[in-house]
C-alpha cells in the first residue's frame, strides 16, 4: 500500500491550495483518512480527519478555512485550505487507515508535500 500525496507549493497569505492523496495497492478497506502538518521544530500535528461515514473533525486551528474531503471510489482524501496564514506553512502529511486483503489493518502515511505561505 502507498499513500501519494501532492498539491503542495508556494502560496501568499490570504490565498488558497488544494492537496490530494491517492491510497493504492491490494486495499480492501479503508476506515479514517486525514492530514497532519510539522512545521520545522515542532511536532506534527493533526489538520484534519474524516471517517469512511463522512464525519470530519479539525484542529481549532484550521477550523473554518480547511475542509477535509474524500473520494471512497477512488480511495483519495483532499485537504482544501483557504485563506492561508504564514502559521499554516509545514509539510503536510496524509495518513489513512487502511485494511490490505491480509485482513490486517494498518496505519499508513505518505511522504509529505511542503506548503509555504509567505507574508
Known amino acids: 500500500v502507498q499513500l ?3 498539491g503542495g507549493g508556494l502560496v501568499q497569505a490570504g490565498g488558497s491550495l488544494r492537496l490530494s492523496c491517492a491510497a493504492t495497492g491490494s486495499i480492501l478497506s479503508i476506515n479514517a483518512m ?3 502538518r510539522q512545521a520545522p521544530g515542532k511536532q506534527r500535528e493533526l489538520v484534519a480527519v474524516i471517517t469512511s461515514g463522512g464525519s ?3 484542529s481549532d486551528s484550521v477550523k473554518g478555512r480547511f475542509t477535509i474531503s474524500r ?7 483532499y485537504l482544501q485550505m483557504n485563506r ?4 499554516d506553512t509545514a509539510v503536510y502529511y496524509c495518513n ?3 485494511k490490505t486483503m491480509t485482513l490486517y489493518a494498518l496505519d499508513y ?3 509529505g508535500t511542503q506548503v509555504t505561505v509567505s507574508s
Not at 84 to 87: A, D, T
Request: a positive charge; charged letters at 20%; hydrophobic letters at 35%.
Open 4 to 6: 501519494q500525496a501532492s
Open 34 to 36: 486525514g492530514w497532519y
Open 56 to 58: 470530519v473533525n479539525y
Open 71 to 77: 473520494d471512497n471510489a477512488k480511495n483519495t482524501v
Open 84 to 87: 492561508l496564514k504564514p502559521e
Open 96 to 98: 489513512a487507515h487502511i
Open 109 to 111: 502515511w505518505g511522504k
